[in-house]
């Protein structure tokens, strides 16, 4: 089948720009690189399949687009020096060695050293240098003498420490561009976690769960599931640094089309669906992620540890110790403390109507205490198995005006919906999302291919 490539690259361009404009218009305190002519660039195709020999079974393109003006490092220029200009060697600070062993090799003096360190405390502590981490000393080429000692603690910042006569010491974030691109996929296997495995990024992929989690079970992945997402991206000298805010997504779970808008203004920040309500409920499904219900609520449960019929006030969940126990609901802390039967546990008032409390824990979250507020989704404790438990997990219990019931058949409160006077605004800004979320292709297998190809021959090129 003849690709092409040539049409989806002109598509994405087009979109792209497109995306950016309205994008620009609601957020114009952002700095984007627009690039007018820029050299699209159709960069990566990812694979996610089975682990077995059966052939690959879903494609991850992520159809990003590298814009024209983001800024290309000059080949010899590091940390803002023209490396050519000095005799330079670089490294990675190596377990149990401090900047005074590095330096002495580089024949620093001692009192020197000293100098720079007293210097530095405000600053950039030396202490905080850690093993594993990037450096590079920059030698006079004349006077063989080390004039900078740069360190790198992240991809985001740079420390340089001036070793010449004054010893300055200044930290220099780097500039961060962000472009807006689009990922689409299709699921040909159960395999969820396959997904980051295969190269989307585990931060685009929890974003996604994150923004769509009410409406899809991320659990019960079906074949043929389909997603489309756009995103910022962030990038650093050119290269991909990580994700920035996810605005908009698609999820087509069992034939059914699930949208999640980001919208923000000065009242609201969240995911909206096609309607305008929040995709958030008021409470979390659970308050454990990645854990199975062991033990249900139950009226005539057989107690495990007391041997006799004792109804079950609550929902068990198995999780490993340590695990982190999420506050459903946002919600202010009446009890954190300890009894025989419950263990550690946390009780949380949320509105006149309901509380809910969490049994077994390990031990609580910093600054866990009553009075304290805590939101949606705030650790509050971990998974363990003190009181009368058999094993780690956190027994969920749900209280409705003082009385312990069933959340899980519970009719719950839906979210506050958005008031009448931002609809308008949303609306125009979904209209927009959602066009552009339509119009992202999904790549056939053979394309999907040929990109891999393409970037297998890039590497052999340019390893
Ligand atoms: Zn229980």
């Not at 990566?44 to 590298?66: H, Q």
Request: proline share 4%.
């Amino acid at each position: 089948m003849k690709l092409n490539l040539e049409r989806l690259k002109r598509q994405l361009y087009t979109y792209k720009a497109k995306i950016q404009t309205q994008y620009n218009k609601l957020n114009k305190q952002k700095v984007f690189t627009i690039a007018g002519v820029g050299a699209a660039l159709f960069s990566g195709a990812l694979y996610f399949g089975l682990s077995d020999s059966s052939k690959i079974t879903a494609s991850l393109p992520e159809t990003s687009i590298e814009m024209g003006a983001l800024p290309i490092p000059e080949v010899d220029k590091k940390y803002g020096f023209v490396t050519d200009n000095y005799l330079t060697t670089e490294d990675q600070i190596k377990n149990g060695e401090f900047l005074s062993d590095i330096l002495t090799r580089h024949d620093v003096a001692y009192t020197n050293i000293d100098k720079l360190v007293k210097k530095a405390t405000d600053v950039f502590d030396v202490r905080k240098l850690r093993a594993g981490k990037k450096y590079m000393v920059l030698k006079n080429k004349d006077t063989q003498k080390a004039e900078y000692f740069v360190y790198e603690p992240s991809v985001y910042q740079y420390v340089v420490y001036d070793l010449r006569d004054d010893m300055n010491v200044s930290i220099i974030d780097r500039e961060i561009t962000t472009d807006i691109q689009t990922s689409s996929g299709v699921i040909n296997s159960s395999l969820w976690n396959a997904m980051t495995d295969n190269g989307m990024s585990y931060d685009l992929a929890s974003r996604m769960e994150e923004a769509l989690a009410w409406s899809v079970d991320f659990y019960h992945i079906q074949k043929d599931d389909k997603f489309k997402l756009i995103y910022e991206q962030n990038y650093i000298e050119g290269k991909k640094v990580g994700v920035g805010k996810l605005l908009g997504a698609y999820f087509n779970h069992y034939g059914n089309d699930y949208y999640a808008f980001y919208f923000k203004n000065n009242n609201h920040e969240g995911y909206y669906d096609l309607e305008a309500r929040p995709t958030k409920k008021a409470f979390l499904k659970a308050p454990v992620k990645y854990a199975r219900i062991s033990s249900s609520f139950n009226l005539r449960r057989f107690h495990p540890v007391l041997k006799r019929i004792k109804p079950h006030l609550g929902t068990d969940y198995a999780a490993p110790r340590g695990t982190p126990i999420l506050a459903v609901a946002d919600g202010v802390v009446t009890k954190a403390s300890r009894t025989r039967g419950n263990g550690n546990f946390v009780k949380l008032r949320h509105d006149k109507v309901y509380e809910t409390q969490y049994l077994h824990m390990n031990r609580f979250a910093k600054g866990i205490k009553p009075g304290v507020r805590v939101n949606q989704g705030q650790v509050i404790g971990y998974v363990g198995s003190t009181g009368l438990a058999t094993g780690p997990h956190v027994c969920y219990r749900f209280w409705k005006n003082g009385r312990q019931v069933d959340p899980r058949r519970e009719k719950l409160p839906p979210p506050e919906p958005m008031p009448e006077k931002d609809i308008e605004k949303f609306n125009e800004l979904r209209n927009n999302l959602k066009k552009e979320l339509d119009e992202i292709p999904y790549l056939t297998v053979e394309e999907i291919e040929a990109i891999k190809a393409q970037k297998k021959e890039e590497a052999k090129v340019n390893p």
